[in-house]
Each structure stands twice: as C-alpha cells, then as structure tokens.
C-alpha cells in the first residue's frame, strides 16, 4: 500500500536553483523520512522529521511538516550535479513497529 | 566500517527455479527489512523481522519466504510461486524502537532468463 505521494514525480532544473518536492500522505504518522536514490543504488536516508516538528534543516536540506494538510516539503537550495537522484518520502505509522511505506518518488535532474 | 552487504549484485534466475539473495549487517540492528523496486516504481515491503528468529509479512509476501537464524542476517529467498520475479530487491535495517532511519544495502538485480 502507497502512503505517500511525491509531485512532481520529475523535475529538471539549472545548477545553482532551489528544488522543491512535494509528499502528501493518507494516514496519522510518528515520522516522516526523505531518502534520496541514485541510480541502481540503495537508498541514502536523507532526514526525519516527527510529527510534532514543523520544520527542519540539514545543510542545504529543509524539511516541512504540515500534519494537519498530511503534507511535507524536501527543498534542496543551491542544487549542484550531484544532487541528481530520485528523492523519496516515507512515512512511520509505527503500528508496534517501525513499518516505512515509501512513495513513488521524484526524478530530480540537475542540468550544469 | 558498519553497513549492510548484499550479495550478488546480479541474479539471473531460471524459471521455476528458487534463488537466495543474502544480506548481512554489522550495525546491530534488531529490525531488517525486504523491499521490492520496479522500474520507475517506489519500494514495497515484501518481508520484516524485529527479532530473531520471529518475521512478519509485508504488502507483497507471495511466492517469497524469509529466515532469521541470526541477527545479522536476513536472507530472501525468491520462489517458483512468484510469477513477475523480474526486480530491484533492498535490503534495510533499523533500531528496533523506531523513529530512526533505516539504512539500505546496495541492493539485487534479479532478472529471470
């Protein structure tokens, strides 16, 4: 079951912009988690965000929160080429266990 | 350095054929997971154990059966019964307690020929 849903799912843009994706989810969370993927690879965890935060940041990372809109925000600011990956959300609705469902993803290019 | 291994990077199965595809971690996390990734797809869980010796089903355990003989290990084994084998399988593992994130292994291409 798909919890959450990422938009755009791909988004090309210059070096040197601001990215913004977009998850939105169906259910109550503990957490909110961004992964980010390069190709053929693992995922990477990027940050978490609990449901009691609204906002977070880590480097060139900020993270939103908006639970009452079962939203959140991945801005990565001052892109560079190496940040070309896909980037997922993933939710924790912790039922007795920390069970991640992961979103579809969103394919950031970015072009030099 | 701690992490999660998985082996063989590449799996090329037969049909009607079971293959096995290993993953070890050294972080001693309690919790191990199984995803599955189509082209262009998100994950979804196939299997997850929070223990030894005790797993659960995901979304998608048909024609897939796990094993926990020990924490550091939680291989994968991909049956007959699945039809569309055909994927990208991660690994992951996790502090047990929750609201932390999990860390993947690099994952197996399975392709049936």
């Known amino acids: 079951s798909q919890q959450g849903e990422e938009d755009p799912q791909a988004l090309s843009i210059q070096e040197g912009e601001n990215a913004t994706m977009n998850c939105s989810y169906k259910?109550?969370?503990?957490?909110l988690q961004w992964y980010r993927q390069n190709s053929g690879r693992g995922l990477v965890h990027l940050i978490l965000?609990?449901?009691?935060?609204r906002e977070k940041h880590s480097g060139r990372l900020r993270v939103t929160l908006d639970t009452s809109k079962k939203s959140s925000s991945l801005l990565i600011t001052a892109s560079r080429a190496a940040d070309t990956a896909s980037y997922f959300c993933?939710?924790?609705?912790?039922?007795?266990?920390?069970?991640?469902?992961f979103g579809q993803g969103t394919r950031l290019t970015i072009n030099p | 350095d701690g992490g999660i291994t998985q082996s063989p990077k590449y799996l090329f199965r037969k049909e009607g054929q079971n293959v096995t595809l290993s993953c070890e971690q050294n972080?001693?996390?309690?919790?191990m997971y199984w995803y599955r990734q189509d082209p262009g797809q998100g994950l979804r869980l196939i299997y997850y154990?929070?223990?030894?010796?005790?797993?659960q089903k995901g979304d998608i355990a048909e024609g897939y059966s796990v094993s926990r003989e020990k924490k550091e290990s939680f291989p994968l084994t991909v049956t007959s019964a699945q039809k569309n084998p055909t994927a990208f399988y991660l690994c992951?593992?996790?502090?047990?307690?929750?609201?932390?994130?999990?860390?993947f292994g690099s994952g197996t291409r399975l392709t049936v020929v």
């Open positions: 992951a593992s996790s502090i047990t307690t929750g609201g932390y994130g999990y860390t």
């Open positions: 259910t109550s969370i503990n957490n």
């Open positions: 965000i609990r449901s009691n935060e």
């Open positions: 993933a939710t924790d609705k912790f039922q007795g266990a920390q069970k991640l469902v």
């Open positions: 972080l001693n996390h309690d919790a």
């Open positions: 154990s929070q223990i030894v010796n005790d797993f």
